[in-house]
């Protein structure tokens, strides 16, 4: 697994080292005692260091069986797993999981399914906590759906959290969706719903840690020919 930074993330990581230097090179010249540049050093230094974190790329590349599979589309923790009504789009039944990414988490998203992507669109809302129920629908959020090789349908939501203030989606109507690939990114605090067909055989439960492109978390059932 090799890791890099997000593109989305390098002016942000270019500005602020500019600022950390800024701030503490005038400090270690003319303050004293030294203690004070030591501790604004290493204060900003931690700060940057949980910048970079954030903003890591990682290449991953699933090794099970890819027919029929449904994979995280993003790091975190799995904070719903239920049977909902899905009505943006699918206007039918569906099994809504939902994974929670914490400040910690990798925030570039994954495509869950193989498939062509049919329909994006983005909502603004609010910027409510994304482990809340109602950000669902009330936070500002993306939605992408993805025709399967097989023919299902499944909708994955990118929804901004708390912090949140820009969700990045990559995946436009035409373009072709594979498990290997980032459909988007999202900016501190966030969460992905996916929405699947009812019958899907889920393989996660609720408060289960997923890897974005690598856990997997359902699995299709062929359409009936």
């Known amino acids: 697994m090799r890791v890099k930074i997000h593109h989305e ?18 400090l270690w010249i003319w303050v004293r005692p030294m203690a004070w540049p030591i501790a604004s050093t290493v204060i900003w230094g ?8 954030f903003f890591r790329s990682p290449r ?11 994979v995280a589309s993003a790091d975190g923790k799995v904070v719903a797993l239920e049977e909902t009504f899905e009505d943006e789009y699918l206007h039918a039944p569906a099994i809504q999981l939902s994974v929670f990414m914490s400040i910690l988490n990798v925030h570039a ?17 609010r910027f409510m906590a994304a482990y809340l ?12 759906v993805i025709r399967t090789t097989g023919g299902q349908l499944v909708l994955v939501r990118q929804i901004a959290g708390a912090m949140a203030r820009r969700i ?3 995946a436009r109507p035409g373009d072709q969706a594979s498990i290997h690939d980032h459909m988007g990114f999202i900016k501190f605090g966030s969460r992905v719903d996916i929405y699947l067909p009812v019958g ?7 408060g289960d840690k997923t890897v974005g492109g690598m856990t997997e978390v ?8």
């Not at 390098?10 to 503490?24: E, K, P, S």
């Not at 931690?46 to 974190?53: A, I």
């Not at 129920?133 to 992408?144: D, H, I, L, M, Y």
């Not at 359902?218 to 020919?225: D, M, Q, S, V």
Request: aromatic share 10%; net charge positive.
């Open 109 to 125: 998203n994954w495509f869950p399914v193989d498939g062509e992507v049919i329909y994006t669109r983005h909502h603004s809302g």
């Open 46 to 53: 931690v700060l940057y260091f949980l910048l970079v974190n």
């Open 133 to 144: 129920p109602k950000s669902s629908s009330e936070n500002e959020r993306s939605t992408v």
């Open 9 to 26: 993330g390098t002016n942000i990581l270019i500005v602020t080292l500019l600022f950390i230097l800024a701030v503490n090179i005038p």
């Open 168 to 170: 990045v989606t990559y």
């Open 218 to 225: 359902a699995r299709l059932k062929p359409e009936k020919k």
């Open 200 to 206: 899907t055989e889920t393989l996660v439960r609720i």
């Open 60 to 70: 991953r590349l699933f090794k099970g069986n890819e027919t029929d599979v449904v």
